[in-house]
């Protein structure tokens, strides 16, 4: 956070320069993520933190009138985006809720808690950065941060995050086997980077390439190194303050994902009519039916998957047994669509393999659900 006698100070100064109120609270360097996601919070906690720098004021200096007549009224609805994050944090991030909400009900993924993960163009960290520049040079040395102050990403996740979780009752956790990506683009990135590239070429290695594109020049590592670089004189290469963009930076991608569930165990083989995997010879099946599609039959009728993998530790012909303590098999289950799966679901499972063929037994004093780091 920063001093309190500076707040006024910061609001009035991003306000002039079309910065939105979600990001003067970042500027202020506010990290309780609560205090970000209903706008309404926003408002509240920009005010109290003013209020409360003017009632240390007028005790000092003994004001009679201490009413905010002095500030400009907030600008609620900007024309243009912010300066600063672009829009993202304005109207953007709020709309963005009911996108996904339609996009993940449409691809019938199914948990109790996810994880958000949002790309955004780097120019949001270029602006953040000549911002910090522009304070400093309005406010003098008093303005200083001692941390890093939260990001447009962080942000955008709070805001997003929290008001899913909420929409769908689900978690917004920090790690969960459920990931939902979002990506973005601003079409001004090479425009306003390209000051960058202009006087620190070697941090953009693939502009040597034949046929590199913008996007393969300008990546976010590349244009992160320039500005570290240039950090000494980065606020003399722009002006300042960034001047708003009259486009906005857009969602455009949103990508959902399962983590791979493992299933491992032993099996028995007790017939020589029974090949480890489908036995096919130009097409035509040689035998009934085998170890694989016997095992996945039961499993994948109580778990959806795009894809199941069946890996065995040897190969057995077609002839052989599989006695004593079995063969180790592992099964792949790709973009799942499961909530949990316990080791008694497992078992169950088991008994179900048992039940349908005397040819194969799944042994259940193996069988399991393996955790990811197992594999
Ligand atoms: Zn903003």
Known sequence: MVKNSLYKGIKEVLESANVCHRCILRFFGVKEYTSYIAKTDVEKTIEELVNVENEVLNQKESVQDNSSDDYPLPKRFL???????????????????????????????????????????????????????????????????????????????????????????????????????????????????????????????????????????YTKTAVLNAMEALSTKIEKLYTLPPSPPDKCCTFHEIKCTHSPLYLGGRYNKYSRELSQTPWLIDGERKMESSVNELITDVVQRRILADKIIFSASGREDVDVKMLGDGELCLKTFVCMFHLTLKQRDFSCYVLSIINITSRLIYTATNAMVLPLYQV
């Open 79 to 217: 024309p243009n985006p912010c300066a600063a994050c672009l829009g993202i944090l304005q109207e953007t991030c709020d709309e963005m809720v009911t996108k996904l909400d339609d996009v993940v009900t449409k691809s019938e993924h199914r948990f109790k808690d996810f994880v958000l993960q949002v790309a955004l163009p780097v120019v949001v960290d270029l602006r953040d950065r000549l911002f910090l520049f522009y304070l400093k040079q309005k406010l003098g040395e008093s303005f200083c941060i001692d941390e890093n102050i939260p990001s447009v990403k962080d942000i955008c996740k709070w805001v997003i995050g929290s008001q899913y979780g909420k929409l769908t009752n689900t978690g917004f956790t920090p790690s969960s086997d459920f990931q939902i990506l979002i990506s973005s683009t601003y079409p001004d990135t090479v425009k306003e980077c390209f000051v960058l590239f202009k006087n620190c070429t070697e941090a953009f290695p693939n502009s040597r390439k034949s046929k590199a594109t913008a996007e393969d020049i």
